[in-house]
Nanobody
């Protein structure tokens, strides 16, 4: 019953910016972590960034620090990932994900969205 719907992906030139959105519904948990993973062709899925629903604590992978910013709008039940200074290496399918703190930290969120394609190319 949990639904995560991503949007905002697309084709961007290197150095450009993009903002991803994830609208969540059907939550059962009062406390959870929601964020973003990505997977490029031939590579393992990796965590990018996440934020706690209650405390607002954030996490960023080293590759995202200084370039990406995660935020949330609780009234709209939406999480955003602002991506700046995009590089070709950022090309991947980006997945919104939700779970308990332990599950997300372990790289095994309880719920996944369908993903949105981000392509960084000149």
């Amino acid at each position: 019953q949990v639904q995560l719907v991503e949007s905002g992906g697309g084709l961007v030139q290197p150095g450009g910016s993009l903002r991803l959105s994830c609208v969540a519904s059907g939550f059962v948990l009062d406390y959870y972590v929601i964020g973003w993973f990505r997977q490029a062709p031939g590579k393992e899925r990796e965590g990018v960034s996440c934020i706690g629903s209650s405390d607002g604590n954030t996490y960023y992978a080293d590759s995202a620090k200084g370039r990406f910013t995660i935020s949330r709008d609780n009234a709209r039940n939406t999480v955003y990932l602002q991506m700046n200074s995009l590089k070709p290496e950022d090309t991947a399918v980006y997945y919104c994900a939700l779970g308990t703190l332990g599950a997300v930290v372990a790289g095994k969120p309880d719920y996944w969205g369908q993903g949105t394609q981000v392509t960084v190319s000149s």
